[in-house]
DNA sequence: TTAAATTTTAAATTAATATTCAAATATGCG
DNA sequence: CGCATATTTGAATATTAATTTAAAATTTAA
């Protein structure tokens, strides 16, 4: 790889940093190129020699934290403990995210508005994956015997409902750390799963 | 009343429930003034005639919606039963509204995109209220000692976060019917109130 | 019936951004 | 250095949808 494509990566990568920082502070519909453009002290016109589009750039700044998100998950899910230990630290790993990449992450934003079919496919595709993560650490607990769920699906579905709207009203400045939340939700959570 | 003013005030809620049919497909940014207006057999400019502006129709819409979903809830809690009874009810409310009302009873979406300040102050006093009866319903039971509950203010967003999410999979073709839904999520939740 | 009030229309305007593009500039290499 | 390639710019253009407006059509009520 030449010097120059080096480099050009390295500025995609830049570009998309300083997007996702912008897009969690205004969401996806109220990051403008503009705004972005300027965070990087460049003008928009630039940023279209790096990404076909807006849509695109929006799409790989989506990719990128998801697929973070997703590898941590992962690692946490072949990592050594109780099935109990392990889905408590998915969940805190998963409130993270909610919390700190509050747009970029935002599972619950209607992706249909802002990607292409190509680009929908692969999203889905992700959050699916990241969805089954999930599933994963319960039959995991289920066949230890440490739980008993009688619809998986449905508990998957509560845990990463009611995690992911924590970033409808969690603010750091209020009553309850970041700490004792994610205790407080691995508690409940696990409560459902006995 | 004169007779004009009723007629106008009748329209004004014949808009209101076209918009709202609107929203519910296409959201609140997707909505545009022309596809409601021509919904309606009208020309977009009508619009104004009655409305402000998009924004006091979308905060309208909001607003009338989820006010009307308050006021189901506010009769089942004030019904008779036991707390869990009630409370059961009351999922089951909030679950026909998340599921039917899609969009336009979107507790998820972000009001500060849409609303001015004063819709906003309104809005927010309108959620504020409707979780409120959730928190009641909560209460009840641990007064009359039908609910074991560590933490009300978390086990309330749990159950609001559970089920706003419902929106985001739940499909009439699949393999749950509503009335499956909601019993279940009914059993998860008593579970994590006992 | 007809004048005033109400309602609707169609076209023009505004506004906000995304996107394109030709020219200017910078970079790295032989 | 000086050429070729890569990058950036700023201005022009395109797009989408909201909003305004003046005139036309309709309704009401005396």
Known sequence: ???????????????LLTAITVINQRGYGGATMEEIAAELLMTKGSLYYYFKNKGDLMYQCHNFVL???ANDLKDVLEG?????????????????????????NNLIIEPRSFFDDYQLESVLKLRKYYSSL???????????????????????????????????????????????LKQNFGDHIVKLLK
């Open 67 to 69: 697929s973070q998100a």
């Open 80 to 104: 050594e403990g109780t099935a109990e230990k392990i889905l408590r630290s998915m969940i805190a790993t998963h409130i993270d995210y909610v919390i700190d990449e509050k747009e970029t």
């Open 1 to 15: 790889m030449k010097l120059s494509e080096k480099r050009t990566l390295k500025k995609k990568e830049q570009i």
């Open 134 to 180: 999930f599933d994963q650490a319960i039959e995991k607990g289920v066949i230890l015997g440490e739980f008993y769920v009688e619809d998986p699906f449905i508990v998957r579905m509560m845990i990463l409902g009611s995690t992911n709207w924590i970033q409808q009203w969690y603010r750091p400045e209020g009553r309850m750390t970041k700490d004792e």
